[in-house]
Every structure is written in C-alpha cells, then in structure tokens.
C-alpha cells in the first residue's frame, strides 16, 4: 500500500491527487518523512525528493529583480556539493527557471510535498538539507506560504 505524506494533501498539486487518493480510500494519508513516504512504489520512485532551485536572471535593475542576481546560483552549486556530503540518497537538486517568488530570492521548493523556502545563507541550505531532507521536518523561518506573493504590476 503506498503512502501520501500529509502535507502532499495540504499544500500545491499534491492536494487535489492527495485527496482523491485518501477519499477513495486507495492510498492512507500520513505525515511520513520524504524518504520514508512512497516504500514500496512500483515502480519506485526515481528520486524520493527533487529540490529546485530557482536560478533566473533578469537585466540589471529590473523591478523585480532576480534570484540569480541574489546568489541562487551559487546556493545551488553548495547545495548539490553538501547534499551529497551529507549522503543524502534519493534527493536530486537542480535548477529550474523563474519560480515567480522573484522578491522573496533566491528561492527554492521540495516535491513532493512542495514545500517553498527563501535560502539566503550557506547556513539555511545546510539547515533545509538536515531538517528537511534528512529529519523530514520543517525550517519554518525559511518557508514560504501561498500568502507570500508579491503584487505583479
């Protein structure tokens, strides 16, 4: 029997298949760690975590700035490093392009539970990649929430 984590059902995409699944009784809802979420996938999944990390850049001076501008890339490459490390296995971490949080930079979000964080230091990513990724807990002074988003305009 496969496993939803919790907050899957909670927060972005996850929680329209998070609760079709638990209402139709085929798959229980729980609040296991990433790694510990899907154990017996058929096939299983390819990586139990994939971090994206938002490097896009914008021209200099463009309202919004960008992550890139704010040190993403390098956050990204540190992360990659210290991921492995930590011997993190299953976790992929990679770039993606603009994520639309562009004035909360750099950012970054975990699947599958799609949780959203604003790294600013080596330090936040060394915390994000042991209490989240390691421990399946939260960094909640880094998260972002669906409450944070700047006016487009």
């Not at 799609?114 to 909640?140: C, F, M, S």
Request: net charge positive; glycine share 10%.
């Amino acid at each position: 029997m496969r496993h939803i984590p919790g907050s899957l059902v909670k927060r972005g995409w996850g929680r329209y298949i998070g609760r079709a699944a638990a209402l139709a009784g085929s798959l229980p809802v729980t609040d296991a760690p990433v790694a510990a979420a899907m154990p017996e996938a058929d096939p299983p999944p390819y990586f139990t975590a994939h971090v994206f990390i938002c490097c896009n850049r914008r021209p200099d001076g463009h309202k919004r700035g960008s992550c890139a501008a704010q040190g993403s890339e390098a956050l990204r490459d540190y992360m990659k490093v210290r991921a492995k490390e930590l011997g993190l296995k299953g976790v992929r971490v990679n770039q993606a392009g603009c994520l639309d949080r562009c004035e909360f930079g750099p950012t970054l979000v975990i699947y599958p539970e799609g949780i959203w964080y604003a790294p600013k230091t080596r330090e936040d990513v060394d915390e994000i990649l042991t209490a989240h990724l390691r421990q399946g807990g939260r960094v909640r002074r880094l998260m972002l929430t669906e409450h944070d988003v700047a006016p487009k305009g």
